[in-house]
Each structure stands twice: as C-alpha cells, then as structure tokens.
C-alpha cells in the first residue's frame, strides 16, 4: 500500500486539494489536516471554492469520511464550497454507499458540475 500524499494549487479562482493514496486508519489525521489548510487557504485568499480532487484517491474509510464532514462544515461557517472531482470508480461506490454523493456536489476535474 502507497501512503497518502496531497499537494495544493490554486486553478480557476478555487483552493484545489490533489489526494493520492487511501486515506484509512493511518492517514485520516493527515487527510483532516490537509482540508483544514484548503479551508483556511481559501479562506486567507478571499476563494469560495474548495475542491477535492478524487482521481488518485484508492481507498476511503468511514474516518475519511466524517473528516470531510467536519472540513464541509467549516467550509460552510467561512461561506466556502467543498466539491469533490472526478471520484474514480471506487470512490464514486463510496461515496454512493454512504450517501455522500447526496451531501457534496461532485464535479469533473476543473469544478464543472458533472
């Protein structure tokens, strides 16, 4: 199994989060912690936009997710949207599984809507 990595860029007038690896046991801090920079990011850049990108995303536990809802409601006490980008096949089952494919918008790769 790789480790979780993530990098920041700003594209498009939004805060754009690249995670790679799973995000599980191991990594779910560091995961919180790289959605609390996007957050305060954007937040420090007057952006409204944050958004996730999935594509490299392998693997998501329940700990992954409850960190993406605590980053959504910081997200949302700064006037800031969270989008997820372009979830691969396993994560879009995730996401789907769980429900949160009803609480995020989820877009292509730039922040279209799909």
């Not at 997710?65 to 691969?88: E, F, G, K, Q, W």
Request: net charge negative; charged share 20%; glycine share 8%.
């Amino acid at each position: 199994m790789k480790p979780m990595d993530y990098s920041f860029e700003v594209l498009d007038e939004a805060v754009h989060v690249h995670i790679d690896g799973r995000v599980d046991e191991g990594t779910w801090e560091q995961f919180g912690g790289a959605l609390d920079e996007a957050v305060q990011q954007a937040c420090q850049s007057g952006l409204a936009t944050v958004v996730i990108d999935l594509t490299q995303l392998d693997y998501m536990s329940s700990r992954g997710l409850r960190v993406l809802t605590v980053a959504n409601r910081l997200a949302d006490d700064a006037a800031i949207s969270i989008l997820l980008a372009s979830p691969n096949e396993v994560m879009s089952e995730i996401l789907a599984i769980s429900r949160y494919d009803k609480l995020f918008t989820i877009t292509g790769p730039t922040g279209a809507k799909q």
